[in-house]
């Protein structure tokens, strides 16, 4: 990592450390009788489990619980809405980060997109939301966060005991040690809950493929760092429940899969906000008639909609922050315009297709003593997260669009 970098993170801790503690003190906390440690591996697509490349976390599933065919998740199947989905139990319709890049109505002028560290850093859009360790925070425990997105905003005015701003270069084995390096602290002082990212997954499918030898390559080295952390946590004696999750699939792209939204509306007649396997757009101003004649409805490849009337299994279009006309690119085809969109560069992989698609179908796994042994949940969604996480903290969260029954069955039945 480099040291400016760790300066900003010892700087951080420090201060959290010093704000945090004085207002636990007045709290009193549940148990809980061993750490939960969740593991996000972005891009994690639910069918990569059967490529043999990854033993550690077949394994896992395998002799604890995995959720069959894979979770499904909200919708848009893209990263930051997904992630802060399986922390809060909410679609993203519902806790506000309604896509990777947002504009609010309410906020003129601004822009929230990845690259945008002011913004990703600020908790105005997501306190509509809570995650978990903001739950966990406020009964009294310790939480620890080790890149994941949403985690570097005071949501509420809360952060985790533990966190650091995230940083690309720091690589997967050295989050490792990281989160390791916690879970040595006195007992006193050691986090209850636990999140840690990679998403150098996600980074290998978008530039080479799901299918591609690159992309199985970084399979393996993935499961190899959960190898190093499971071993790390026997060497201390630390016995966890552990959750490994993914935000959503990938799908293979390619430059003879474009719609071209030219074709059917003139450029200048729209503000596009955001782009990817979702186009969202508001027309312009006295425009709007001819904009919706020319782009709803189902085109070849493509779907659109005015935000109100997107399909209900969506769970989408609520938002005041989802703009006017919302357009879906069938899975593996690209949407964009003439003189933006060069069909010889688009290879690899996408994702924030049809939440139904098998190839965004994400990776759900959980092993521990908490939980049952060979069990395959039949049909889960990504909001049935956060209730578990819950349960297994022993904390009373917020309701949100998950069900807790739904994940009954993952849960080891107590000795009689």
């Not at 043999?52 to 199947?77: D, N, Y």
């Not at 602290?185 to 997954?201: G, I, N």
């Not at 069938?330 to 098998?358: F, K």
């Not at 908490?370 to 903290?393: H, K, N």
Request: hydrophobic fraction near 45%; glycine fraction near 8%.
């Amino acid at each position: 990592m480099p040291l400016r970098c760790l300066s900003l993170v010892i700087v951080a801790v420090s201060a959290l450390l010093a704000s945090s503690e004085a207002a636990r003190a007045q709290m009193t906390a549940p148990v809980v009788q061993r750490p939960v440690i969740m593991i996000g591996i972005d891009g994690f697509r639910a069918d990569y489990l059967e490529r043999g490349l990854t033993p550690t976390i077949a394994r896992l599933a395998g002799e604890g619980v995995h959720a069959e065919g894979g979770v499904r998740p909200s919708w848009p199947s893209v990263t930051f809405p997904n992630f802060y989905t399986l922390a809060t139990g909410l679609h993203p319709d519902h806790h506000g980060l309604v896509y990777n890049t947002i504009r609010d109505p309410e906020l003129p002028g601004r822009t929230f997109t990845l690259r945008n560290r002011t913004e990703v850093m600020d908790r105005i859009w997501y306190d509509a939301g809570e995650p978990i360790w903001v739950t966990a925070e406020q009964s009294g425990l310790r939480t620890a966060t080790m890149f994941w997105p949403g985690s570097e905003a005071p949501i509420r005015g809360v952060r985790p005991t533990y966190w650091m701003p995230f940083e690309q270069s720091v690589p997967s084995m050295a989050r490792v040690n990281m989160l390791l390096g916690w879970m040595t602290l006195p007992a006193e002082e050691r986090p209850q809950l636990v999140t840690l990212y990679f998403d150098v997954l996600d980074t290998a499918g978008h530039n080479f493929g799901p299918d591609a030898p690159e992309t199985n390559a970084v399979l393996a080295d993935v499961d190899n760092a959960v190898k190093t952390l499971l071993d790390g946590l026997a060497a201390r004696n630390i016995e966890a429940d552990v959750v490994i999750v993914a935000d959503h699939g990938m799908a293979a792209v390619s430059g003879e899969r474009v719609v071209y939204l030219d074709d059917y509306v003139d450029p200048s007649a729209v503000n596009v906000v955001a782009w990817g396997a979702v186009v969202s757009l508001n027309p312009v101003a006295g425009r709007e008639a001819e904009v919706e004649a020319a782009l709803l409805g189902e085109k070849p490849h493509l779907q659109c909609w005015r935000k109100g009337e997107i399909p209900a299994r969506l769970s989408y279009g609520t938002n005041p922050r989802i703009p006017a006309i919302v357009c879906l690119s069938e899975t593996g085809w690209t949407t964009g315009t003439r003189e933006r969109t060069d069909p010889a560069r688009i290879r690899g992989g996408a994702h924030g297709y049809d939440n139904e698609a098998t190839e965004m179908r994400a990776l759900f796994v959980a092993h521990g003593p908490s939980f049952a042994q060979g069990v395959a949940l039949p049909d889960m969604d990504s909001v049935d997260v956060q209730p578990l996480l819950a349960r297994l903290l022993g904390l009373t969260a917020p309701a949100g669009d998950g069900r807790a029954e739904d994940t009954v069955a993952a849960m080891a039945r107590p000795a009689p």
